[in-house]
Nanobody, 120 residues
Framework: VQLQASGGGLVQPGRSLRISCTAS????????MGWYRQAPGKQRELVAT???????NYADSVKERFTISRDNAKNTVNLQMNSLKPEDTAVYYC???????????????WGQGTLVTVSS
């Protein structure tokens, strides 16, 4: 199983950016998917999660600005980021709780990360 993130880049404060992550490989089912971020010199922190019933959870720092969504047909999770601030600058990592085929075991997988830089 692999998670491939895309869509990061440089954006000015106040602007928007959308990042996506697609899971591929031996997937039977996916439960919770989420985004985490790690800024330089800081620990990785939760940004947002979405479960298989589309219930969402957000960090207080991104509520009302970020929206997480998923496309189950494409095994994709998206993060729409609006009103970006310099403090949102970080490497964003996606993760997913996946039931793999064959062994039929649940495991958590991480993407490689995509850099989001908010700067004028």
């Amino acid at each position: 199983v692999q998670l491939q993130a895309s869509g990061g880049g440089l954006v000015q404060p106040g602007r928007s950016l959308r990042i996506s992550c697609t899971a591929s490989g031996s997937i039977f089912s996916i439960s919770t998917m989420g985004w985490y971020r790690q800024a330089p010199g800081k620990q990785r922190e939760l940004v947002a999660t979405i479960d298989s019933g589309d219930s969402t959870n957000y960090a207080d720092s991104v509520k009302e600005r970020f929206t997480i969504s998923r496309d189950n047909a494409k095994n994709t999770v998206n993060l729409q980021m609006n009103s970006l601030k310099p403090e949102d600058t970080a490497v964003y990592y996606c993760n997913a709780r996946i039931l793999t085929t064959g062994a039929l075991k649940w495991a958590t997988f991480w993407g490689q990360g995509t850099l989001v830089t908010v700067s004028s």
